[in-house]
C-alpha cells in the first residue's frame, strides 16, 4: 500500500511515520510536508534511511502540486495531519489557518475525487466540540456532541471536518475522521505547553502559565494517537468519526509543576500571565466508541508518558536547541536538497 501522511515533519505525523514503519513494514510511506516553521526534517533523519520511506515538499492548498503527487505516487491511503496547529498563532494571524486547514483540505479531497482512494483519514481534534465547564466533571465529548468552537483554529479545522463529510455524503469519498484530545511525547514543537515547559525550565527561564493555570486538558501520549489512528485506518467504518482519548485530565498548573519536581526546579520560576483570548476552559473526552467498536486503549499512562517526555528532551537537546537558534530551518537545503544521493522527491 502507498499511505501518503501529509504534515509528516510536525510533531504528530512524524511520530505516526516511525510508527507505521515499524508496524506496517510492507507499506511504502510518503511524508508530503510544506516545512512550515512547524516543520523540520531533521525530525525526519531516522525515516530517510528506511528504503520504505519518501519524502516530496509540497503544500496541500497548491492543487497542481498535490494532483502531481497524486498522479506519481498513486496513493491507496491519504492521512492528513498537515495543518497550522497553535491556537496562539490562530489568535494573532487567522488567515493561513484557513488557507492551509480549510483550502488545503478540500484541494486534498478533490484530488481523492479525482484519482480515487481507498481511504482519505482526516486528522482532526477535540477542539471543535469548544469546552467544557471545570465544575462539571460528569460531562464528556462523544462524537455527537455539537461543533461550537472558540478559536480561529478550531473553527478552521471543523470547518475541515465539515468538508470531509460533505464529501463523503455528496461523492462518496472513503473517509474517517479521529479527533484527539492534547497529544504530547518526542519531537513536540517547543511552542506548546508541555515542551515550552521544559525546555525553559531547563534554560532556567520563567514558566508563563496562562490566567489562573486551572484550565484542563486531557492529555494523550502520542504514540497511543498513532495506534488509534492505523486502528481506524484497519478496522475503522467510513464515514465515520472517532473520538481519541484516554481520561487523563490534567489543569495546566498541575502539569507545570509535575516537570518542574521531575526535573528538580522550584515553583518560583512560575510566572502567571495574561490570559489567552477566549482560552477555553476544559477538554475531555469520551472514548467509548473507539474501545467498543476498535478495541483501542491508550497504553501509556500521564507519570510515565512526562517522565519518558522529560528524558526525550535531555537526550535531544541538539533537535530542540537548532528549533531555538532557528537553524533548522535552512535544514532541509543543507541536508538534503542539493544531495542527490537521497531519492527526494521535490516538485
Ligand atoms: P505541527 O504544527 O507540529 O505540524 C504540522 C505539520 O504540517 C508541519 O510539519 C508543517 O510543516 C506541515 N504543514 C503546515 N502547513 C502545511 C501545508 N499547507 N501543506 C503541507 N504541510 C503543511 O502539528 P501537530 O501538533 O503534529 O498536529 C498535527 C495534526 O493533528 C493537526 O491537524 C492538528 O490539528 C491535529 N491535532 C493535534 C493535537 C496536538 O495536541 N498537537 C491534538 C489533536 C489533533
Ligand atoms: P497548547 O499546548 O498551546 O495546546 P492547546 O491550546 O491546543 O490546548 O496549550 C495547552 C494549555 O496550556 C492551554 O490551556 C494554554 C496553556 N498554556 C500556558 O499556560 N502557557 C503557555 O506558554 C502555553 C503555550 C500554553
Redesign the pocket.
Known amino acids: 500500500m502507498n499511505i501518503v501522511v501529509t504534515g509528516g515533519a510536525g510533531f504528530i505525523g512524524s511520530n505516526f511515520i516511525y510508527y507505521m514503519l515499524e508496524n506496517r513494514p510492507k507499506d511504502k510511506i510518503i511524508c508530503f510536508d510544506k516545512l512550515t516553521y512547524a516543520g523540520n526534517m531533521a525530525t525526519l533523519d531516522e525515516a530517510v534511511k528506511n528504503e520504505n520511506f519518501k519524502f516530496i515538499r509540497g503544500d496541500i492548498a497548491d492543487r497542481k502540486t498535490v494532483y502531481h503527487m497524486f498522479e506519481t505516487e498513486k496513493p491507496d491511503v491519504i492521512v492528513n495531519f498537515a495543518a497550522e496547529?497553535?491556537?496562539?498563532r490562530s489568535i494573532e494571524n487567522p488567515e493561513i489557518f484557513l488557507q492551509t486547514n480549510v483550502i488545503g483540505t478540500s484541494v486534498l479531497l478533490d484530488a481523492c475525487r479525482k484519482y480515487g482512494i481507498d481511504r482519505y483519514h482526516q486528522v482532526s481534534?477535540d477542539?471543535v466540540y469548544g469546552d467544557l465547564p471545570l465544575d462539571r466533571p460528569d460531562l464528556f465529548f462523544t462524537e455527537k456532541t455539537n461543533l461550537h468552537t472558540s478559536?480561529p483554529?478550531s473553527a478552521s479545522k471543523a470547518s475541515a471536518d465539515l468538508l470531509v463529510m460533505a464529501y463523503h455524503r455528496t461523492y462518496k469519498v472513503p473517509t474517517t475522521i479521529s479527533r484527539c484530545s492534547?497529544n504530547y511525547g518526542p519531537f513536540h514543537f517547543p511552542?506548546?505547553?508541555?515542551p515550552?515547559?521544559i525546555i525553559n525550565a531547563l534554560g532556567n527561564k520563567k514558566?508563563?502559565?496562562?490566567?489562573d493555570?486551572l484550565?484542563?486538558?486531557d492529555w494523550l501520549y502520542v504514540e497511543d494517537h498513532c495506534a488509534a489512528i492505523n486502528l481506524i485506518l484497519q478496522n475503522g467504518k467510513v464515514g465515520e468519526v472517532y473520538n481519541i482519548g484516554g481520561h487523563n485530565e490534567k489543569a495546566?498548573?498541575d502539569?507545570?509543576k509535575t516537570i518542574l519536581k521531575q526535573l528538580g526546579k522550584g515553583e518560583d520560576m512560575i510566572e502567571y500571565?495574561t490570559d489567552?483570548k477566549g482560552?477555553?476552559r476544559r477538554?475531555a473526552i469520551d472514548p467509548t466508541k473507539i474501545h467498543e467498536e476498535l478495541g483501542w486503549l491508550p497504553a501509556t499512562k500521564f507519570e510515565d508518558g512526562i517522565k519518558a517526555t522529560i528524558q526525550w528532551y535531555l537526550d535531544n537537546r541538539k533537535w530542540w536547541e537548532e528549533i531555538i537558534s532557528g537553524e533548522y530551518q535552512d535544514y532541509y537545503e543543507r541536508m538534503y536538497e542539493k544531495n542527490p544521493a537521497l531519492e527526494y522527491a521535490r516538485v
Do not use: A, F, Q, W
Open positions: 496547529s497553535h491556537v496562539d481534534t477542539e478559536s483554529y492534547n511552542e506548546k505547553l508541555i515550552l515547559m514558566l508563563p502559565v496562562y490566567g493555570g484550565n484542563v486538558r495546566n498548573i502539569v507545570v500571565v489567552r482560552h477555553d477538554y
